[in-house]
T-cell receptor, first 116, second 112 residues
C-alpha cells in the first residue's frame, strides 16, 4: 500500500515553455501532498505544501508564480513550472501524507526536468 | 530554525558488517523520526520510523535507536549487503505542522 506515482518520469523542454508534472496517490486519499526539489548529490528541499481544495503554501524563496501548484482532488496534485529556464533543471519529487494524524509521507519516483 | 544534522556524509562498509548513520535534531516536533532510502534516479522510500515513546525499533536488519536526552537518533543496518548501497536520509518534523526537514544524506557503499 501507500503508492505514489509521478508523470512524466523525465521531460526535456525549451527555455521559456511551461511543464506540468502530475503526482497521484494510487491507493489512499491524500489531503496533503508536498513538492520537493533535489539537486545532484544534495538533500531534498521542500518547495511547497499542497492541500486539497485550498491554495498551496510555499517555502521561503520559492516563487509561487513560477511554480504553480494545483491539488484538485484527494489523489492528484500538479506542479507547473512556468517559463522554465535552464536553472530550473532539477529532480522534482512529490510526496503524499497519510490522512489524519498519521505522519508518514510516501514519495513518488520523481521527475527529471531538463530545460535547454 | 529547525536543523537536522546527519553524519557521516559518506560511509564504506564491508559486506556483513554494521552500518551506522547518525542524526541530531534541534527545534523539532517531538513525535516522529523517519529514515528514507534513496537509490540513484529514484524517489526516497520510507525505510523505518520511530516515535519517541520507545528508545529502539527494529525491522529486519534495520534498527532505529533514539536518545531523547541527547536529541539524537541513529540507523543501524546489520549484516550489510551490497543491495543496501544507497543514500540514506533522516528527517524530523517541524514544530506545529506536517512538514519534514531532511538531513543532508549519507552515501552508503557496501563492498564485497
Amino acid at each position: 500500500g501507500a503508492v505514489v506515482s509521478q508523470h512524466p518520469s523525465w521531460v526535456i523542454c525549451k527555455s521559456g515553455t511551461s511543464v506540468k508534472i502530475e503526482c497521484r496517490s494510487l491507493d489512499f486519499q491524500a489531503t496533503t501532498m508536498f513538492w520537493y526539489r533535489q539537486f545532484p548529490k544534495q538533500s531534498l528541499m521542500l518547495m511547497a505544501t499542497s492541500n486539497e481544495g485550498s491554495k498551496a503554501t510555499y517555502e521561503q524563496g520559492v516563487e509561487k508564480d513560477k511554480f504553480l501548484i494545483n491539488h484538485a482532488s484527494l489523489t492528484l496534485s500538479t506542479l507547473t513550472v512556468t517559463s522554465a529556464h535552464p536553472e530550473d533543471s532539477s529532480f522534482y519529487i512529490c510526496s503524499a501524507k497519510l490522512p489524519g494524524l498519521l505522519r508518514e509521507q510516501y514519495f513518488g519516483p520523481g521527475t527529471r526536468l531538463t530545460v535547454t | 530554525q529547525q536543523q537536522v544534522k546527519q553524519s557521516p556524509q559518506s560511509l564504506i562498509v564491508q559486506k556483513g558488517g554494521i552500518s551506522i548513520i547518525n542524526c541530531a535534531y534541534e527545534n523539532t516536533a517531538f513525535d516522529y523520526f523517519p529514515w528514507y532510502q534513496q537509490f540513484p534516479g529514484k524517489g526516497p522510500a520510507l525505510l523505518i520510523a520511530i516515535r519517541p515513546d520507545v528508545s529502539e525499533k527494529k525491522e529486519g536488519r534495520f534498527t532505529i535507536s533514539f536518545n531523547k536526552s541527547a536529541k539524537q537518533f541513529s540507523l543501524h543496518i546489520m549484516d550489510s549487503q551490497p543491495g543496501d548501497s544507497a543514500t540514506y536520509f533522516c528527517a524530523a518534523p517541524r514544530p506545529g505542522n506536517e512538514k519534514l526537514t531532511f538531513g543532508t544524506g549519507t552515501r552508503l557503499t557496501i563492498i564485497p
